[in-house]
């Protein structure tokens, strides 16, 4: 019998951050969190920036923690990086920061994205199948190098956030290929960077390197003892990519998979990019997978809604207890008269959520809920009914019918989000009680290290003695 495998995920997400410890033994996994921290954007001036030296603080005290959980003489066999997607770090050669590392959520990409919406926006998806979105990479990078144009003197390298933290750990810079994709400025026809696009954003390409793919070994860890015989792989990059492999899918397709966290991604994987106007119009983002294929997923923003609500009530539940009470409240009450639309620009970074919401409700001579249960019930459904939207959209494209939507990540805990979603769409919804992200980071590392053979045979193994529960539709 072999001995246990030992691996170490670090997930970075918006709100908050986790090392995890995976275990590998007779093909089951199982985590344990060794490290849980959480994350927050800062405004300096009119600028939205992230703390990124505590960041690596909290991976490295994690991945310390990961280390002692081990039992005597086991070693982390590997480490892999994910984050959210298209933010970067402008390096120069010495790996020294040369421009301040500014969040996606910041309003500099502004003009560029009206901009871009005005005249070049069918070119760009063409080349890129990226649609046009205020977080996209190329919108910052071509508002830095407008606005601070000696950037391009001191910046040798653009580096995604999960490269930077892979620098950082194995002293190799490398882009990796899911993250990049999330960029608008990949060709979405091959693996290597568009020309079309890095022009028209005035994106010096001497920033990148060829994308690699995951299940690239990058070198040992560098700097931190008790993992000086830890390989760093390049895992999938793109957090909603780790969460897509860490699906559970049946191999003969028919699923739709759901990411629910911060952002709500419906999606599918597929072998080509979906393009043209009809994708363009429902915002398709032809993300990829750690292989290259496509995930082509809708954007429906998610529970950054109710998170940033709750900060209005200062009443966040505080114990599973609590959001139990809260669910059952929200639950109790009859069916909102008018929904949200969640693409409200409004909701991008509102200083106010509550205030936003209201203002969108009034707009539409809609009343305005009264207290916390009542803006959570609008919100679940109003994410329901854009999760069937977009379903409804790929089916309208692809012709394909979808006869189940699998859902994993923070919103897979909330029924009312689940039932929700089940009775808009008109399928089951599937809800995994898993670490997607986590373990769709675990899975590459253990592809690359030959303990499971492929992806494909991860997620057979994943699904056998998997908690889940489904959610039928009801009217
Ligand atoms: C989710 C995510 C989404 C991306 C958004 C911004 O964490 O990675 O996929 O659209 O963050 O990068």
């Not at 081990?70 to 933010?87: E, I, Y």
């Not at 990049?180 to 001497?206: K, N, Y």
């Not at 760093?232 to 969460?243: N, S, Y």
């Not at 966040?316 to 639309?341: F, G, H, N, S």
Request: proline fraction near 6%.
């Amino acid at each position: 019998m072999s001995s246990p495998l030992y691996l170490a995920a670090v997930d970075l997400g918006a709100t908050s951050g986790r090392v995890i410890l995976g275990t590998w033994a007779k093909h089951r996994l199982t985590l344990t969190e060794a490290h849980r921290f959480p994350n927050a954007y800062r405004e300096l001036g009119t600028h939205t920036y992230w703390e990124i030296g505590t960041l690596w603080h909290e991976v490295q005290t994690g991945l310390r923690k990961a280390a002692a959980l081990l039992p005597r003489g086991a070693k982390l066999a590997s480490v892999g990086v994910d984050t959210w997607g298209c933010d970067h770090v402008l390096l120069n050669d010495a790996g020294r920061l040369v421009f301040p590392v500014h969040a996606y959520r910041d309003t500099r990409t502004q003009a560029g994205l009206a901009a871009l919406a005005k005249r070049g926006v069918e070119r760009i998806y063409g080349a890129t199948g990226i649609p046009n979105v205020f977080y996209n990479t190329s919108l910052q990078l071509a508002e830095t190098v407008a606005r601070c144009p000696a950037v391009t003197d001191l910046a040798t390298r653009c580096l995604f956030l999960p490269d930077y933290f892979n620098y950082l750990l194995s002293g190799r810079m490398e882009n990796e290929l899911t993250v990049a994709s999330t960029s608008q400025l990949l060709d979405v026809h091959g693996f290597d960077w568009s020309r079309t696009a890095l022009e028209h954003f005035r994106i010096p390409p001497s920033w990148f390197g060829p994308p690699v793919r995951a299940g690239l070994k990058l070198g040992k860890v560098t700097g931190l003892v008790e993992l000086a015989a830890t390989q760093v792989i390049a895992v999938p990059g793109h957090d909603t990519a780790c969460a897509y492999d860490a699906m559970p899918a049946a191999p003969e397709g028919g699923d739709l998979f759901l990411s629910s966290g911060t952002w709500s991604l419906v999606g599918f994987e597929n072998p080509t990019p979906l393009l043209g106007a009809p994708a363009l119009a429902a915002k398709v983002a032809n993300e990829r997978t750690g292989l290259g294929a496509y995930r082509p997923l809708t954007n429906v923003v998610g529970l950054f809604l109710l998170e940033q609500t709750m900060a209005d009530f200062r009443e966040r539940p505080q114990t599973p207890r609590d959001w139990d009470a809260l669910i059952t409240a929200a639950e109790k009450l009859p069916a909102p008269a008018r929904l949200l639309d969640p693409s409200d620009p409004a909701f991008t970074a509102p200083k106010s959520m509550r205030a936003a919401i209201d203002a969108q409700l009034k707009r539409n001579r809609a009343a305005t809920p009264k207290h916390l249960a009542g803006y959570t019930r609008l919100i679940c459904d109003s994410l329901g009914r854009g999760h069937a939207t977009a379903a409804a959209n790929f089916e309208q494209m692809t012709g394909r019918k979808f006869r189940r939507i699998l859902m994993v990540g923070g919103g897979s805990k909330n029924r009312l989000l689940c039932q929700a979603t089940a009775n808009a769409a008109g399928v089951p919804v599937v809800s995994f009680n898993l670490e997607g992200t986590a373990v769709g980071n675990i899975a590459s590392q253990l592809v690359a290290l030959r303990a499971v053979k492929d992806l494909a045979t991860f997620r057979r193994h994943l699904g056998e003695g998997l908690q889940q529960k489904t959610y039928r539709p009801r009217d």
